[in-house]
């Protein structure tokens, strides 16, 4: 995500200097342009907004000491905004807001929707959260990669949205799993859809995240003969 986003702000014109710890990524940043610096404390002391895209807490809670690191390090008066777009718990992102405020650094938390290459058709939605003011700041750099970004409150709320986001998803991914089950179950069965779903649809799903309880009573029935008849009579036959 770090890479594509910085790719796309050098294409709009931007200054970007940047810091990984992975030689590939190095490889990719100054190939296309970008200024690779020693350590994410130097970034943090010479730019104006700092993005974050990191995979582990722990990478989250190096970078942000580098963050403070760096404050102390800056020659002008005036803090960057750090713009946080991982995916991590409310827990390190809330330490990472309190280590920045510490020193007067304002983060926002704005997690992706979105995977690196539909950044291309601006896809993305960014949540996003935190001081009203930096948000605004921050705006134009953000627009750079979607046209969807909703300012959605207080820091947190962000990681708070996309995470119910996620959990809809899920829940509606599993939805067109059981309805594509109950089909080819009921094609061979000679029995209407509709009545199919009557019937499934009062089954809850295993704890293992499995087919649901309902699918495999229809199954075991139709082996033994008499799965036709309790689909469209909603019978609970034996198993």
């Known amino acids: 995500m ?6 796309a702000l050098l294409d709009h014109g931007y200054k970007v200097c ?7 990524a190095k490889h990719r940043f100054k190939k296309y342009g970008g200024q690779f610096l020693t350590h ?13 895209s990191v995979a582990t807490a722990k990478a989250l809670e190096q970078v ?15 803090s960057p905004i750090v713009i946080e777009t991982s995916t991590l718990t409310m827990a390190d ?39 009203k ?34 959990h809809r998803q899920r829940a509606l991914c599993r939805c067109f799993w059981q309805w594509h089950q109950i ?16 019937r499934i649809g009062r ?3 295993q704890d293992g995240g499995g087919p649901p309880r309902g699918a495999q009573t229809v199954w075991q029935q139709s082996r033994a003969g008499h799965g036709c008849h309790a689909l469209a009579h909603g019978h609970d036959g034996g198993t």
């Open 183 to 198: 089909e080819v179950l009921c094609q061979p069965l000679g029995c209407h859809l509709q009545r199919g779903l009557c």
């Open 2 to 7: 770090g890479g594509t986003m910085a790719e």
């Open 18 to 24: 940047g810091f990984d710890i992975d030689a590939k």
């Open 64 to 78: 942000t000491q580098a963050i403070v690191d760096g404050q102390h390090k800056r020659k002008t008066k005036t």
């Open 133 to 166: 003011a930096a948000y605004k700041k921050a705006l134009p750099v953000l627009e750079i990669f979607t046209d969807n970004v909703p300012y959605v409150g207080v820091f947190g709320n962000g990681t708070k949205l996309k995470f119910s986001a996620l």
């Open 203 to 205: 089954s809850g799903p």
């Open 93 to 131: 992102k809330n330490l990472c807001a309190k280590s920045l405020k510490s020193v007067g650094i304002a983060a926002l938390d704005c997690p992706i929707s979105g995977t690196a290459v539909r950044i291309q058709d601006r896809a993305w939605t960014i949540f996003a959260s935190g001081p």
């Open 40 to 52: 994410a404390s130097d970034v943090a002391a010479r730019a104006d907004i700092v993005i974050v």
